[in-house]
């Protein structure tokens, strides 16, 4: 079965402090994504990447940062967390390749609160 | 620039009744459409993807149709259930847009017993 794994469901953290989010997933997917979800705003997304230690930025990239050193893992990276990154935090994956592609599966998310 | 719209934001129906779901996108170049289900605190759960090429795809009592052209799909869900009560988003892949969804703000579904 599919399976994309978020290290932590739920997290509290102060402010300034460097928050690490780990996503892993078991496809050997090329594509990993990083979304935030917050009420109103829908899901935005973060930063993606298409392989091995490529990324690309999305749309919302400031105040975050990505690791992909192996390709069943991406790390979103918060260098100095603040209150206004509380938030769901989704990983996701995705194939390339034959027929179907670009289908998304998604992790349970990381709620993040930043006090 | 793309944009996705589901309406309605809000759907209350009695248990067994059938629904309908609808997205509608604004640029008709599109890799496929996918629809997911979101329970309340949890990630997205995928239901049906839908390639460009296709009209429509089925899944027990569900099933999306795609038209391209009008930029529409509808979800129709069969003989509704409790169980069924969730958020549902619909997401397009602009084609060659390196498989970046683009997600709709989704519909919140209860069905009451």
């Known amino acids: 079965d599919v399976k994309v794994t978020q290290s932590s469901r739920y997290l509290v953290k102060r402010t300034g402090e460097k928050v690490f989010l780990e996503c892993v997933q078991d496809m050997d997917h090329e594509n990993m994504f990083w979304y935030r979800q917050d009420p109103g705003l829908g899901l935005r997304l973060i930063y993606f990447s298409y392989d091995v230690k490529m990324k690309e930025k999305g749309d919302i990239p400031e105040g975050y940062s990505v690791s992909r050193e192996k390709k069943e893992r991406f790390s979103l990276i918060l260098e100095s967390a603040s209150t206004n990154q509380t938030s769901m935090y989704l990983c996701?994956?995705?194939?390339?390749?034959?027929?179907?592609?670009?289908?998304?599966?998604f992790g349970e998310g990381s709620r993040l609160t930043v006090l | 620039k793309q944009e996705v719209t589901q309406i309605p934001a809000a759907l209350s129906v009695p248990e067994g009744e059938n629904l309908v779901l609808n997205c509608s996108f604004t640029?008709?170049?599109?890799?496929?459409l996918q629809w997911f289900r979101q329970d309340p605190g949890k990630g997205l759960t995928s239901l049906l993807l839908i390639q460009s090429s296709q009209r429509e795809q089925t899944s027990g009592r569900l099933n999306a149709s795609l038209d391209k052209s009008s930029g529409r799909s509808t979800l129709y869900i069969a003989a509704s259930q409790p169980g069924d009560s969730a958020t549902y988003l619909c997401?397009?892949?602009?084609?060659?847009?390196?498989?970046?969804?683009?997600f709709g703000a989704g519909t919140r579904l209860a069905v009451h017993p």
């Open positions: 996701a994956s995705s194939r390339v390749g034959t027929s179907p592609t670009g289908e998304l599966f």
């Open positions: 640029d008709s170049a599109i890799y496929n």
């Open positions: 997401a397009v892949i602009r084609s060659g847009g390196y498989n970046k969804l683009i």
